[in-house]
């Protein structure tokens, strides 16, 4: 980004925190239009987005679809509480504990508050019309789909994802991508195209567990790089650590990232992308989450930016349409067709009738208004819970507020230990996932990741009531 325009969005950012600060802008007030902010600063209305995904990234705004920003106070407990993660600056042969497993474990009980799971609740999927879909699916299926399905994929599927990358702002041509089982094995796939045992590979601290998982598998090693749980990963820091270390890739989720629920503003995600394409890395984008959005439009993903092929970015329905379909991709850039021999290597082909079925399904258009249902809810259900945090939590707990996905990350007192927690939570029917698991070097044992994506219920209600009173038992007894 140029320097004018940069300086620009910073004053653009610093004058509305200003203002709201002050009061002169009061929670529940709508900000000045994209529009006319442009107009009375001489700026691109690009460089006012770039300014209030940051506002908004921070607390300070909110999106209301088709209406705006509105100011909000999140800010109070964002700024005053949340702070950017602090991990070793040395790269890390990975052990991950059995705690993971202990913890996934534990997700499967169905007596448990599903506050440790993965995924949102199933209720908000169309699992009724997309099984009625299998049969259809299934025999239209040709003779030659055996042969035409294998890598990289089913045309009509891979066609259809193609087209939705415009909403993220890129433009992927459909031989960029390669059909997966699922975005973890995408992910896996990338990483080992890309990098050797032994390689150095950036990660977000604290970072998805089954990266750290993944990492550890293939013998490659771990360098976290300092993570703000509104704004995301801090670019100044990656920079740093490419010029001190032989990087060879990074691993990032750059919307609504998992365990922190973290996104980084446009502006910064053009950086990173620029400065990976000076140094030649490859960037691993995790884009599972990306549809999730609460705002207006999806957040330009990091492909958006890239001009030489060097971002692999992955994807999955798992999260926004069928979770037991393990269906994922990758968009692999210069490196699809590196991707698609590792695939055929590894596991020849994804399942047919499923990529079939999907294939189908994204053909009717009634994804996009399946997204929109989807979004309402998962904002909605984050309304509740957040309020009822306001109502049990101890005073000393901070957390944050996501503008998209269902995962939030909290912060304990300090003299509460996560792992302990966890444990005495499952025996009050609570399951939720502790902060180590999240991390290369066995960090935050004073946080925890919560879902806000089932359904809210007084069951649900009464479960954070429980938890919120053991966790200021366990704060009293300290």
Not at 37 to 49: F, K, M, P
Not at 334 to 360: C, E, L, N
């Amino acid at each position: 980004m140029p320097a004018r325009t940069t300086k620009l969005y910073e004053d653009l950012t610093d004058q509305v925190t200003a203002l709201i600060r002050a009061g002169t802008l009061r929670c529940g007030d709508r900000a000045p239009s994209v529009r006319q902010l442009a107009r009375e600063r001489g700026a691109s209305a690009g460089t006012v987005v770039h300014a209030y995904e940051l506002l908004q990234a921070r607390g300070y705004l909110r999106p209301r679809s088709r209406s705006g920003f509105y100011v909000s106070d999140a800010w109070r407990t964002t700024d005053q509480h949340q702070h950017t993660s602090r991990p070793s600056r040395r790269p890390t042969r990975l052990d991950v504990s059995e705690l993971v497993f202990e913890v996934l474990e534990a997700m499967r009980s169905p007596d448990l508050a599903p506050f440790g799971s993965a995924f949102p609740g199933p209720d908000l999927f169309p699992l009724r019309q997309l099984a009625q879909l299998i049969g259809a699916s299934t025999r239209r299926l040709s003779e030659r789909s055996t042969l035409d399905d294998l890598p990289p994929g089913n045309e009509k599927l891979r066609r259809q994802i193609a087209r939705r990358y415009l909403a993220s702002g890129a433009q992927v041509a459909v031989e960029e991508i390669v059909v997966t089982s699922g975005a973890l094995e995408a992910l896996n796939l990338c990483l080992q195209v890309v990098t050797e045992p032994g390689d150095i590979v950036l990660i977000e601290s604290p970072s998805f567990y089954g990266c750290l998982q993944a990492i550890e598998s293939l013998g490659r090693r771990a360098l976290e790089v300092p993570t703000h749980p509104g704004t995301g990963i801090d670019v100044d820091e990656v920079e740093q650590l490419l010029s001190r270390h032989r990087v060879r890739a990074c691993w990032f989720m750059t919307a609504f990232q998992n365990p922190l629920g973290a996104t980084m503003p446009a502006a910064a995600r053009e950086r990173l992308v620029r400065l990976l394409s000076r140094r030649g890395v490859p960037l691993i984008e995790d884009s599972v989450y990306a549809d999730l959005y609460f705002g207006a439009q999806r957040p330009h993903s990091a492909k958006s930016f890239d001009t030489e092929g060097l971002v692999l970015d992955c994807g999955s329905f798992a999260k926004n349409l069928a979770p037991g379909y393990r269906l994922g991709w990758v968009a692999a850039g210069r490196f699809a067709q590196a991707v698609t021999r590792r695939k055929s290597m590894s596991s020849v082909g994804t399942a047919i009738p499923i990529q079939a079925v999907i294939g189908d399904y994204l053909g009717r258009g009634t994804f996009e208004r399946h997204l929109r249902r989807l979004r309402r809810a998962l904002q909605e259900r984050q309304s509740h819970f957040l309020a009822a945090m306001e109502r049990y939590m101890p005073a000393a707990m901070k957390w944050n507020r996501p503008s998209g996905g269902y995962l939030l990350w909290a912060e304990l007192p300090p003299h509460i230990d996560a792992i302990r927690l966890h444990r005495e939570a499952l025996a009050e029917g609570i399951s939720l996932a502790p902060g180590p698991i999240f991390s290369a070097s066995h960090a935050f044992h004073h946080a925890i990741r919560l879902n806000y994506g089932h359904p809210w219920t007084a069951k649900t209600e009464a479960a954070l009531k429980r938890l919120g009173n053991l966790i200021a038992r366990t704060s009293a007894s300290r």
